[in-house]
Structure formats: C-alpha cells, structure tokens
C-alpha cells in the first residue's frame, strides 16, 4: 500500500492540547511532501502482518509565531524545516464486506511508527496509532448502518517536530474531526470516537442520509493530562456514483464549539 502527496497551502495553528481557543489563530504557511510504502502478508484468515518506510518532509514553514503559538514550536523542534524518516510495524484485521462503503464487519489497523536520526530524521521519536472501526446493520435485515470509529495517536517518545504532532484531520483519510478545520487541535496525543448512522433516502438507494457526531481530547506534551472532549456533530448526504461498489459521493456539514462549522465533500464514505 502506498500513499504519496505533495501540499501546498496556508493552514492556521491554534497551539497545543484540545484547550485551544479559536481566537488564537496563527496563520501558517508551509509545503509538505509525504512517502508512505507498506507491505502486508495474509497470516490467516482476515489477519494481516507486515512493515513499511515512512517519510514526512515539512519545509518553507512561515508562520507569525503569536504569544499563544509561539512557545509550541519551541517546545517541538524546528518549526522552519523537518525531516521524519523511519519504518513502521504493521498488524490489520479486516471482516468489512465492502472496504469503501461496509454494511457489515470489523476493521482493526495498529501502527507502530519510528523516525530516526541515521535514517535523515530531524529529531528520533515514536508513535503508536490504534484505529478500530465496527459497522451495524440497523435494523436487522435492513439497509441502514450504524458506524463506529475510535482512532487513537499517541507519541511515545521522543520530541517530533510541531507538525509532525497527532492533529485534526491528519490521519490517512483527513477524515478526523468533521466540524472542525484541519489542523484545528493538535498534541502529543490524540483520543476519538465518532458514530454515524447511514440511511436510506430513496428505495433505489441513489439518496441517502446520514447523521454524524463525534468527540476528540488532546493532550499538550508528553506527560500531561489529556484536556477538554471537543465534539461536533451534523447532518450529511449520500450520492450513489457507483452501485457496484457501493461509492457515494459525500456532503456533510459539521458544528464544533467556538463557532466552529463546515462543509465538507468527499468521494467515499469518512471511514
């Protein structure tokens, strides 16, 4: 499995930990190349095991550095420029009877990450990420599912740079947080559960619903207590693009806290 991207944006920091307050917006600015392979082999049955190299590259980074943000890029490297290179520890299980839009099934994802100085790391550090995923179909013998997701980010060790760090909408999908923006809370651990229920609009299923809520904590440093629960929560429609393989197109509009609110658009269920 391989993932490869190259960004170039402006994206607002807001500090560190869930305790953030919007009105502390740093405006950022900062190009990103990623390089992510994996190989996994069938253990037995839906078990899978296997290792992979990762590489995250953050450059250019301008940012204003304001009286609430500035000591958070202190506290966590070189916030002009980084490197986070190392391999990674692999385990899936995965009983989904459709991997892009599930009915039914388990999906467990957990990965062991390194980054390391020989390897052209900036700084050598670890992390763990545990990402479970349970879907229901409810009622009984209907089409309408109920959806689970916790996904965990923690740092184990060391000190990654600033934007290296467990955040909002970084995980591999940027699915994460849906009512907030990317990047909105950021820390040395990340702790979230979301439900969703999908429905049927239309008996032809070209329609359908769905309705969302969910509920983040971060922590500001290693050590430190996780801070406030940040939910959101909203409402969503599903455009069948393809019947076959069940792929919706996605619109949902989410609410956070602290006026928090967006649209979001996707091709493929959050997760």
Do not use: C
């Amino acid at each position: 499995m391989g993932d490869y991207r190259f960004f170039k944006y402006p994206q607002s920091t807001f500090g560190l930990g869930s305790n953030s307050n919007i009105n502390h917006e740093d405006p950022m600015d900062y190009s990103y190349i990623r390089f992510y392979e994996t190989v996994l082999r069938r253990i037995n049955g839906n078990f899978y095991a296997g290792a992979g190299y990762i590489f995250d590259e953050h450059y250019d980074i301008e940012y204003l550095g304001n009286a609430f943000t500035r000591p958070a890029f202190a506290l966590f490297g070189s916030p002009r420029h980084s490197i986070a290179s190392g391999y990674t520890i692999n385990a899936l299980f995965d009983s989904r009877d459709n991997a892009i839009n599930a009915s039914k099934g388990i999906y467990a994802n957990v990965v062991f990450r390194t980054s390391i100085k020989d390897l052209g790391s900036t700084s050598e550090w670890s992390s763990l990420i545990v990402d479970l995923r349970k879907y229901i179909t409810f009622p009984e013998n209907s089409d309408n599912v109920l959806a689970l997701w916790s996904y965990d980010w923690l740092i184990l060790d060391g000190k990654p740079s600033y934007l290296d760090l467990p955040s909002t909408s970084w995980d591999a999908n940027s699915a994460t947080g849906r009512g907030y923006i990317q990047g909105r809370f950021r820390g040395a651990q990340m702790v979230y559960f979301e439900a969703e229920y999908r429905y049927k609009i239309t008996a032809n299923g070209l329609l359908g619903g769905v309705i969302f809520g969910n509920a983040e904590s971060f922590s500001a440093q290693q050590g430190t207590k996780l801070q406030s629960i940040q939910p959101a929560f909203g409402p969503g429609v599903r455009i069948k693009l393809n019947k076959l393989s069940k792929t919706n197109i996605a619109i949902d509009y989410g609410f956070g806290n602290q006026g928090s609110r967006g649209l979001f658009i996707d091709v493929g269920e959050a997760f």
